[in-house]
């Protein structure tokens, strides 16, 4: 009887030594200052009022130029796991100037997939980055929407409306659900929200960032359908050029329905841009997967990969730091909008922020504001 | 820290995993403790400190969802056999086949096919109709060794069948290839080894004795066909109806969808079968599954944590395919008779990995290893499936000469499983087909 | 929550309590430690932890 006893105590430790970490990860909230280019707060269920109060919603941020422009939307954490794009978003949300047209950025695109880590995956909960006034931390996610908000998984998905049979994981993948429907999973319903609002709002540009592996073939790229083709080309050569740093154009499959980069330009009149920066933590050769690793993506393991040509990414002992991946990201973005507005000069944007070089020299902590001494009107929790 | 301390760090986490793990074997803890006590080691020595915890809570979650697939497909089976309606299927099969020999083996193989393509565990296969199978096989003069020969091989093959596999699905969920286009290339093959394996060993057998046989298998009371029929044509429906309806029907996913069908049967059965007395048995009886998914979970979180799994990985990644294809063989049934599932994660996610980025179609590769797995059941020091086969059956010679009867049908399996593994992107016309 | 979600749970519950009964009536010590393995995942869910 005792040794019963002594069990099930040792049961109720592990449930709560290893269970209220991972509500506290659950609860934890990220602090962003919005900078001066911030114009507008509002949530995504102002487009579509069926996902108002469920853990489908999330939080837009709104930059509008003085002058009247054309318009973009910004998509980060479509994948959690993949954090240089809410980090790209959270940069952008403080730092980037609008001077002509609107910049919408939605920071956690799946609030959900946020709220927790991948189970198997051995990732930390939190990573932190030094900034000028000490440390900032951030939730580390998971690919999909957690179990927690939707469960249970179908045992096929079934992509609407095109029908194309896919995993059951993809049940839970943003970016396997676009265009979406108003009825059907989570992750069919934000995209169906964000399709409402790229169609109302007249969007020109939709950005999706993410991070790939380095041993994936699409990873340290720019994904494209034809319509986009052009600009995106053009902004790989002026990176590869102006700024050395490498950005791969891939053309977006025709036959692989779901992802952004496909239905959004077919759904609608806007031209997206699926933007890949190399995360190595998310490779499966690597270390142990550290906090450091998702910041600085130093491996010794992939670097014996790439020593035998196995990456499909430049990789040194240097790694691949949160900074460069940043860095890439706001570049590329910034080079996308200037080559769509030579070329749509009645629809186009004049933004600006730090690019890849000065990210890389400072830091990205430096471009991050101290959550305590700004305007509290200011601080948002994400 | 520098890389060779890096690499000095990792490999020592995966000497203490490895230590753990041999020094619970000596003091003959179940493989479950023993795989618990590596991933204790390995989370301490990766420098998980407090984290631990978290990392055993996370992990164990990770199968969840095949556990309670597991669970109730089981009750489900479990009801249908506690009703007679697998001593009603097979009594079925005598009185109407006895006099056609191969006809009799192909039907039993089908029947011993069903429950664990259906709940993805061979396990299942052995408890809900190895002791009726037997019998009948028994009674068409087949020795004891032979018949668990027959229902060991035949019940791993089924736990390979479509639509649940459990090592393709958890490969699958590791490394986001999508969990379609199986069928064909997991049925194909399974058929043509069943009939192989039955064939084969099946050789001496005699026109089945229709008296001996009737006798040895009881006949169920006033059941009827409809009560063993109904709950698999629910089943039918259920697993095709979000196919046929994608957008309308409601997802249910596949333990609900065994929960109802468990209902079903037992609504048709209600008199003849205590529910609650099934379920208690059924959990009791699936209790080593139950933790060996939960382990395998906290196993691939603390190898993904500290290291480990990406060590093993990079190893395989780097090593040249012919040695890779000369080794996989043999490690793939080991790998699985020391860690269950955890086999397949170790070895099956980095190899699906490596040969997918090369542009070798992952699901023929997966299929093809998919054979392999279940023949690790049969290996000690786990030996699950086995074990429980011999123990069912009856058999009491040497375990030794019980796997000894295996060897043939265990070739061909390897050898088809290697041809899908290396000829995987000439096969790929088999995914066309389903 | 979706009222399959609920059944989700109400399933989870009812194999956590088939577990504590097999685990109160079980005199074998390996068994009580494979039981409590089996637990913590669904424990964790029904706790909505993980
Ligand atoms: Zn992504």
Redesign the pocket.
């Known amino acids: 009887m005792m040794r019963k006893w002594i069990i099930l105590a040792v049961l109720l430790l592990v449930v709560l030594a290893g269970g209220i970490p991972l509500y506290i990860h659950r609860n934890f909230k990220e602090e962003v200052v919005a900078g001066e280019g911030v114009t507008g707060f509002f949530k995504l269920s102002k487009y579509f009022s069926g996902i108002e109060g469920t853990i489908a919603d999330t939080d837009v941020f709104e930059l509008k130029g003085s002058e009247e422009g054309g318009k973009m939307l910004i998509i980060a954490g ?2 959690e ?2 954090p240089s ?1 809410a980090l790209a978003a959270f940069y952008l949300i403080e730092n980037l100037k609008v001077d002509r047209g609107t910049v919408y950025i939605i920071p956690h695109f799946n609030r959900s997939g946020s709220l927790g880590t991948q189970p198997g995956g051995g990732f930390p909960l939190y990573f932190s980055m030094e900034t000028p006034w000490g440390e900032k931390t951030f939730r580390m996610g998971d ?1 999909g929407f957690q179990a927690l908000d939707q469960w249970p998984d179908p045992d096929v998905y079934i992509h609407y409306p095109e029908g194309q049979a896919m995993s059951y994981i993809d049940a839970r993948n943003t ?1 396997r659900a676009w265009p979406g429907r108003p009825d059907g999973l989570y992750a069919e319903q934000v995209t169906y929200a964000a399709m409402e609002m790229i169609k109302k709002e007249k969007i020109d540009i939709v950005i999706d960032l ?3 592996e380095a041993m994936y073939p699409v990873t340290n790229c720019i994904v494209v359908p034809e319509k986009s083709m052009s600009y995106a080309t053009g902004a790989s050569f002026y990176v590869k050029g102006r700024e050395k740093f490498e950005n791969h154009v891939e053309r977006s499959p025709t036959a692989f329905r779901g992802l952004s980069h496909r239905e959004i330009g077919d759904w609608s009149d806007a031209y997206p841009f ?1 933007l ?1 920066s190399p995360g190595v933590h998310l490779d499966q050769i690597t270390a142990a997967k550290t906090p450091e690793l998702i910041m600085d993506g130093i491996d010794p393991f992939v670097l014996k990969a790439a020593e035998k040509g196995l990456l499909f990414v430049p990789y040194d002992e240097n790694g691949f730091s949160m900074d460069r991946r940043v860095g890439q990201h706001s570049s590329v973005i910034q080079e996308i909008v200037v080559q769509w507005s030579k070329k749509n000069p009645e629809r186009g944007l004049t933004i600006s922020a730090p690019r890849y070089k000065e990210i890389v020299d400072n830091g990205l902590g430096y471009f991050f504001k101290d959550p305590s001494k700004a305007d509290k009107s200011d601080v948002y929790l994400q | 820290m520098s890389a060779d301390a890096i690499y000095m760090q990792t490999i020592i986490a995966g000497i203490v995993m490895v230590g753990a793990y041999v020094v619970g074997k000596l003091f003959k803890f179940s493989t479950e403790m023993c795989m618990f006590l590596a991933v204790v080691g390995g989370g301490i020595a990766g420098g998980a400190g407090f984290d631990l915890f978290r990392h055993l809570a996370e992990g164990s979650v990770t199968y969840l969802d095949i556990g309670l697939i597991f669970v109730f497909a089981t009750i489900f089976m479990n009801i249908i056999k506690e009703s007679g309606g697998t001593n009603y299927i097979v009594r079925k099969i005598v009185g109407a086949f006895y006099n056609k020999k191969i006809l009799m083996l192909i039907l039993l193989m089908c029947v011993i096919l069903v429950p664990g393509a259906l709940t993805g565990a061979g396990s299942i296969s052995v408890l809900v109709v190895g002791g009726t199978v037997a019998a009948a096989l028994g009674a068409m003069g087949l020795s004891k060794v032979t018949i668990s020969a027959i229902i060991f091989i035949v019940a791993g093959l089924s736990a390979a069948a479509p639509p649940i596999n459990i090592w393709a699905m958890m490969t699958c969920a590791n490394t986001a290839i999508p969990y379609v286009g199986f069928t064909m290339p997991l049925l194909i093959p399974i058929i043509i080894l069943g009939l192989f394996t039955v064939l084969f060993l099946g050789r001496k057998a005699k026109v089945i004795d229709r008296e001996k046989a009737l006798k040895d298998i009881p006949e169920p009371k006033g059941l009827s066909g409809w009560s063993v029929g109904i709950p698999f044509l629910v089943l039918i429906f259920l697993l095709a109806a979000p196919r046929i309806w994608p957008f309308g029907f409601p997802v249910l996913g596949l333990p609900l969808a065994f929960a109802i069908c468990a209902l079903v049967a037992w609504a048709m059965n209600y008199k003849r079968v205590n529910i609650l007395k099934v379920s208690k048995d059924t959990v009791s009886q699936l209790t080593p599954l139950l933790a060996t998914t939960a382990v395998v979970g906290m196993l691939v979180q603390i190898m993904s944590f500290n290291g480990v799994k990406g060590l093993i990985s990079m190893w395989i990644v780097t090593a040249p395919l012919i040695v890779v294809w000369i080794i996989l063989p043999f490690i793939i049934p080991i790998s699985e008779g020391l860690l269950t599932y955890g086999g397949a994660m170790v070895i099956g996610i980095p190899l699906i990995w490596m040969l997918n980025s090369n542009g070798i179609n992952p699901v023929i590769v997966l299929a093809g290893l998919s054979l392999l797995w279940p023949l690790g059941d049969g290996l000690p020091p786990t030996a699950l499936i086995g074990r429980l086969t011999v123990s069912t059956v009856g058999y009491k010679g040497s375990y030794g000469s019980f796997l000894k009867e295996c060897i043939v049908p265990w070739i061909a399996i390897t050898v088809v499983g290697m041809i899908m593994v290396i000829f995987a992107n000439n096969l790929s016309f088999l995914m066309m087909v389903g | 929550m979706t009222f399959i979600m609920i059944l989700y749970y109400v399933m989870t519950a009812y194999v956590v309590g088939m577990l504590i009964w097999n685990f109160i009536k079980t005199k074998d010590i390996k068994s009580e430690i494979l039981y409590a393995l089996a637990l913590l995942p669904l424990i964790l869910r029904l706790l909505r932890m993980k």
Do not use: I
Request: net charge negative; charged share 35%; proline share 0%.
């Open positions: 479509t994948h796991s993949e794009a690919r970016n993410h991070e790939a699926l890949e």
